[in-house]
């Protein structure tokens, strides 16, 4: 797969809408779903849930870098960054960083704070 800037074209983005449109509908079916399913459970699973997506999130973005993270360090800086009950784990800087900015990315997205 080439990045964006190797294709023919760049930067005038150009998609068919009609070749999209069976893929966007399913987005927003399981985007429903789960944003149904996720009103079932409880503070603490929402919250864990929550750090789970950040971390991954997190995580995948920083391969893409070149860079590999400490998976549970990522987790208890999240932890921290969005005011939970912090685990023992050691917060490594890199870490830090790349929690910091998920939380900053996700909290300012369009909705304000995170719910």
Do not use: N
């Not at 429903?32 to 950040?54: N, W």
Request: glycine share 6%; no cysteine.
């Amino acid at each position: 797969m080439a990045w964006y800037w190797q294709i023919s074209g760049w930067p005038d983005f150009r998609y068919d809408a009609a070749t999209l449109a069976p893929l966007e509908q399913r987005f927003l079916l399981s985007s429903g779903e789960i944003l149904g399913a996720v009103h079932h459970v409880s503070p603490p699973e929402r919250d864990q849930l929550r750090i789970d997506l950040l971390s991954d999130e997190a995580m995948k973005t920083s391969v893409i870098e070149g860079e590999m993270l400490d998976r549970q360090s990522v987790q208890s800086s999240l932890r921290r960054q969005l005011g939970l009950s912090p685990d023992s784990y050691p917060i490594k800087p890199r870490e830090q960083g790349v929690a910091e900015m998920m939380v900053d990315v996700y909290s300012t997205y369009v909705d304000g704070p995170l719910p």
